[in-house]
T-cell receptor, first 115, second 115 residues
Framework: AQKVTQAQTEISVVEKEDVTLDCVYETRDTTYYLFWYKQPPSGELVFLIRRNSFDEQNEISGRYSWNFQKSTSSFNFTITASQVVDSAVYFCALNPTSGTYKYIFGTGTRLKVLA | DVKVTQSSRYLVKRTGEKVFLECVQDMDHENMFWYRQDPGLGLRLIYFSYDVKMKEKGDIPEGYSVSREKKERFSLILESASTNQTSMYLC??????????????FGPGTRLTVL
């Protein structure tokens, strides 16, 4: 089965706190891609990062960082020093490459950053 | 600036009406997708198109059809709208680069209410 689990339905933090959004995936493919998207209140999903299964290096982009661990099938997303503008729904997605076009999305985590 | 546009942000229709949701992308992408987004269910794929006049069913195609007569335009059709089709509809496109699927670019969404 191919599946993405985002167990945290909603998280609330106070501005400047660090927060980690969890993503656990299942796939039998050895080659696959993982994504994170942000959906602000305006509704449009915005692409944040793409990672292929052969690249386990962690990535940092400003206040955002991603921790990919194949051993635990996780691709977690951390926001450092959160800001009110980070309030959004965040989706993790899996694209297995076994001849399929399908992107499998998690159910999303709603992050509320309080001033 | 690359863009995916959807014909309406909000739409209210009556049960039994035929509904057209239009999506246009200006990035010359091969792939286009229609999803519906419901609370607690994440994004579910309705239909996918990988070329003009080509389409494949996603996870929940029942009650929907699609049309892709031009590369940039992908239409979702509700043949006879029902109240359980009240939802947020998201269109996306993505390129194929080096034979693999890449990040998707999303439109702003259409919130459809069927009364």
């Amino acid at each position: 089965a191919q599946k993405v689990t985002q167990a945290q339905t909603e998280i609330s933090v106070v501005e400047k706190e660090d927060v980690t959004l969890d993503c656990v995936y299942e796939t039998r493919d050895t080659t696959y891609y993982l994504f994170w998207y942000k959906q602000p209140p305006s509704g449009e999903l915005v692409f944040l990062i793409r990672r292929n299964s052969f690249d386990e290096q962690n990535e940092i982009s400003g206040r955002y960082s991603w921790n990919f661990q194949k051993s635990t099938s996780s691709f977690n997303f951390t926001i450092t020093a959160s800001q009110v503008v980070d309030s959004a729904v965040y989706f993790c997605a899996l694209n297995p490459t076994s001849g399929t076009y399908k992107y499998i999305f998690g159910t999303g985590t709603r992050l509320k950053v309080l001033a | 600036d690359v863009k995916v546009t959807q014909s309406s942000r909000y739409l209210v229709k009556r049960t039994g009406e035929k509904v057209f949701l239009e999506c246009v992308q200006d990035m010359d992408h091969e792939n286009m997708f229609w999803y519906r987004q419901d609370p607690g269910l994440g994004l579910r794929l309705i239909y996918f198109s990988y070329d003009v006049k080509m389409k494949e069913k996603g996870d929940i195609p029942e009650g929907y059809s699609v049309s892709r007569e031009k590369k940039e335009r992908f239409s979702l059709i509700l043949e006879s709208a029902s109240t359980n089709q009240t939802s947020m509809y998201l269109c996306a496109s993505s390129p194929i680069i080096q034979g693999s699927y890449n990040e998707q670019f999303f439109g702003p969404g259409t919130r459809l209410t069927v009364l």
